[in-house]
């Protein structure tokens, strides 16, 4: 009875692999809740919630004096400069490494169909070096360029450079195995040289990925820039410290609604970007 | 002599031993058809004169060179006097009709002329020169996902053209094609190639295509040459006996290469 049952409607063979991996990750994700500390009930209690109050009824109304604006408008370019020289730093090295770790352009993989394994071995130092790259957060380089260049955007600069091209390099590598490999392939059957292949036959077709994770890799680093103000390199992040320790509720605010300003001109950029390249 | 072929066998990673014992030679200038039932080699038989694929017994030569014993630049350059029309034309949608024919000569190109070309296509003239026999000319500055699939095939011929191979190598290039468009743009390539004295070899799924437009067909079954005669001598008992009971075969051949290498590329995303 039972067996024909099964003939009849079989069941989702893909089911149980399912329930089981959901399962897996509620058992995993419960332990970082509890490790956390994770109660939310302790934002609703009457104490805290007064805090918050007499902490936010400093924030209005904000401050649009016109010292503190040429103040602002200072900070805000040094920020976006911090960010994007950072970030035009970090391409330099991203690309090429990125270039050299992603398996889209071995030519070795024209006759067998996978990469020969001598050449994965030496892609894999340029992988380690990506991870290096990352691993260690802007922030803590940060610190370390202020002590060794001084106070000032230059470490920030340094630390997004850093960070963001062991972010940038291993995402790029693998949009660059992600779109169609045939154009490349045919390329490269065609004897083209490898970089050739990759600006006639990846390129066309990743450009709007790139792009976009690019500006909004940009738009992390206008944040982390911020953040690296807090340790003294200078910038928005460096004001908002300054205001927040001097409990100058109207100027934090303004900052706040500045930075809304810039991720929200970053956003329009990159979609306009994207349709453009669409 | 453009290709010549001693006892060429070739065996798959996976065992599937897909051709053997093939004796081939093609002098230039001449139009070879290569029909036979799936899974007879037609498409491993192509990628190993497209150097996509080196023979694990035998000898093959191409273009005067033994491409087993060649490495790095002197493969390339063997490689670029080859080229591949393929059965879906291996264009990326957003790149433009003349930069993609530009493309066909990026083995002979330096790397900064093919730089400097993708921002300003360099020879417009040339590419405009490869379209025009296809009736394309005017599709110059369209992006190729704006082409139907006629359109990009001949674009992908274009390209091959502008390429300046010795060798042209079709891999079933109409396949996906109607069958009046079949015609006509098989008829143009075979035209072409007659007309430029270039050695066209083409695998073809359709019997009838391969008698009209090539003076010589190979007949391919299960890795082996059944017959390689003039288009005009091929008869029926031939074709009976290169077809025979392939309706009625149960076992379905293992993937040509192509398509597996393809296919490994997707799992190894998911993980």
Redesign the interface.
Same mark, same amino acid.
């Given at each position: 009875m039972h067996l024909s049952r099964a003939k009849a409607d079989p069941r989702d063979p893909a089911a149980l692999p399912r329930l089981l991996l959901t399962v897996l990750a509620i058992v995993l994700l419960w332990p970082g809740l509890v490790l956390t500390e994770f109660k939310p009930a302790t934002l609703v209690e009457s104490r805290n919630l007064d805090v918050f109050a007499r902490f936010l009824a400093g924030f209005w109304p904000p401050d649009l004096s016109s010292d503190f604006l040429r103040l602002l408008g200072r900070a805000t370019l040094e920020t976006l400069a911090m960010a994007t020289a950072g970030l035009a730093l970090a391409l330099l090295l991203a690309v090429p490494l990125s270039l050299l770790c992603s398996r889209a352009l071995s030519v070795s993989?024209? *006759?067998? =169909?996978?990469p020969a394994w001598l050449a994965d071995m030496l892609r894999y130092p340029a992988r380690l070096l990506l991870i290096l790259l990352r691993s260690i957060p802007e922030i803590v380089w940060a610190l370390l360029f202020v002590r060794a260049v001084g106070l000032g955007p230059t470490a920030g600069v340094l630390a997004i450079a850093i960070t963001y091209s062991g972010m940038l390099g291993k995402v790029y590598a693998e949009i660059y195995? /992600?779109v169609?490999? #045939? @154009?490349a #392939?045919? &390329?490269?059957?065609? =004897? /083209? /040289?490898r &970089?050739?292949?990759f600006?006639?036959?990846?390129l @066309?077709?990743a450009?709007?990925e790139l792009t976009s994770y690019t500006l909004y890799r940009w738009e992390c680093a206008v944040r982390a820039s911020v953040i690296m103000g807090f340790v003294g390199a200078g910038g928005l992040g460096q004001m908002i410290d300054l205001s927040i320790r001097m409990f100058a509720g109207g100027e934090v605010v303004t900052i706040l609604l500045t930075f809304l300003l810039l991720v929200l001109a970053a956003d329009q950029l990159s979609s306009l970007l994207r349709r453009r *390249?669409a | 002599m453009s290709i010549r072929l001693d006892g060429v066998g070739l065996t798959h990673a996976n065992g599937y031993q897909a051709l053997q014992q093939i004796d081939l030679s093609i002098v230039s200038g001449e139009r070879v058809a290569i029909i036979g039932p799936s899974g007879a080699g037609k498409t491993s038989l192509l990628r190993l004169l497209g150097t996509g694929l080196m023979p694990s017994a035998g000898q093959l030569q191409l273009l005067g060179e033994q491409p087993a014993t060649l490495r790095g630049r002197a493969l390339r350059r063997l490689r670029a006097r080859i080229g591949l029309i393929h059965q879906s034309p291996p264009l990326p949608p957003r790149q433009r009709v003349v930069t993609a024919v530009l493309a066909g000569r990026l083995g002979q190109w330096s790397l900064l002329r093919a730089l400097v070309s993708l921002c300003y296509p360099l020879d417009a003239a040339g590419a405009r020169a490869a379209l025009e026999p296809l009736d394309l000319e005017d599709k110059l500055f369209t992006r190729c996902d704006q082409l139907s699939g006629g359109q990009l095939q001949r674009v992908g011929i274009a390209r091959v053209l502008y390429q300046q191979a010795d060798l042209l190598l079709a891999d079933e290039p109409v396949s996906a094609m109607d069958p009046v468009l079949a015609e006509h743009t098989l008829g143009l390539l075979s035209q072409l190639a007659e007309r430029r004295k270039l050695t066209l070899v083409a695998s073809l799924h359709a019997v009838d295509l391969a008698l009209r437009h090539f003076p010589r067909v190979i007949g391919l079954r299960d890795g082996r040459v059944l017959f390689d005669l003039p288009a005009a001598e091929v008869s029926q008992t031939h074709l009976a006996q290169l077809y025979v009971n392939d309706s009625l075969t149960g076992h379905t051949p293992p993937l040509p290469s192509a398509e597996s290498a393809q296919a490994e590329q997707a799992p190894r995303r998911c993980t």
């Amino acid at each position: 009875m039972h067996l024909s049952r099964a003939k009849a409607d079989p069941r989702d063979p893909a089911a149980l692999p399912r329930l089981l991996l959901t399962v897996l990750a509620i058992v995993l994700l419960w332990p970082g809740l509890v490790l956390t500390e994770f109660k939310p009930a302790t934002l609703v209690e009457s104490r805290n919630l007064d805090v918050f109050a007499r902490f936010l009824a400093g924030f209005w109304p904000p401050d649009l004096s016109s010292d503190f604006l040429r103040l602002l408008g200072r900070a805000t370019l040094e920020t976006l400069a911090m960010a994007t020289a950072g970030l035009a730093l970090a391409l330099l090295l991203a690309v090429p490494l990125s270039l050299l770790c992603s398996r889209a352009l071995s030519v070795s993989a024209l *006759l067998t =169909g996978r990469p020969a394994w001598l050449a994965d071995m030496l892609r894999y130092p340029a992988r380690l070096l990506l991870i290096l790259l990352r691993s260690i957060p802007e922030i803590v380089w940060a610190l370390l360029f202020v002590r060794a260049v001084g106070l000032g955007p230059t470490a920030g600069v340094l630390a997004i450079a850093i960070t963001y091209s062991g972010m940038l390099g291993k995402v790029y590598a693998e949009i660059y195995e /992600s779109v169609d490999q #045939r @154009p490349a #392939r045919a &390329l490269l059957q065609a =004897g /083209s /040289s490898r &970089l050739a292949a990759f600006c006639y036959g990846i390129l @066309p077709t990743a450009a709007q990925e790139l792009t976009s994770y690019t500006l909004y890799r940009w738009e992390c680093a206008v944040r982390a820039s911020v953040i690296m103000g807090f340790v003294g390199a200078g910038g928005l992040g460096q004001m908002i410290d300054l205001s927040i320790r001097m409990f100058a509720g109207g100027e934090v605010v303004t900052i706040l609604l500045t930075f809304l300003l810039l991720v929200l001109a970053a956003d329009q950029l990159s979609s306009l970007l994207r349709r453009r *390249l669409a | 002599m453009s290709i010549r072929l001693d006892g060429v066998g070739l065996t798959h990673a996976n065992g599937y031993q897909a051709l053997q014992q093939i004796d081939l030679s093609i002098v230039s200038g001449e139009r070879v058809a290569i029909i036979g039932p799936s899974g007879a080699g037609k498409t491993s038989l192509l990628r190993l004169l497209g150097t996509g694929l080196m023979p694990s017994a035998g000898q093959l030569q191409l273009l005067g060179e033994q491409p087993a014993t060649l490495r790095g630049r002197a493969l390339r350059r063997l490689r670029a006097r080859i080229g591949l029309i393929h059965q879906s034309p291996p264009l990326p949608p957003r790149q433009r009709v003349v930069t993609a024919v530009l493309a066909g000569r990026l083995g002979q190109w330096s790397l900064l002329r093919a730089l400097v070309s993708l921002c300003y296509p360099l020879d417009a003239a040339g590419a405009r020169a490869a379209l025009e026999p296809l009736d394309l000319e005017d599709k110059l500055f369209t992006r190729c996902d704006q082409l139907s699939g006629g359109q990009l095939q001949r674009v992908g011929i274009a390209r091959v053209l502008y390429q300046q191979a010795d060798l042209l190598l079709a891999d079933e290039p109409v396949s996906a094609m109607d069958p009046v468009l079949a015609e006509h743009t098989l008829g143009l390539l075979s035209q072409l190639a007659e007309r430029r004295k270039l050695t066209l070899v083409a695998s073809l799924h359709a019997v009838d295509l391969a008698l009209r437009h090539f003076p010589r067909v190979i007949g391919l079954r299960d890795g082996r040459v059944l017959f390689d005669l003039p288009a005009a001598e091929v008869s029926q008992t031939h074709l009976a006996q290169l077809y025979v009971n392939d309706s009625l075969t149960g076992h379905t051949p293992p993937l040509p290469s192509a398509e597996s290498a393809q296919a490994e590329q997707a799992p190894r995303r998911c993980t």
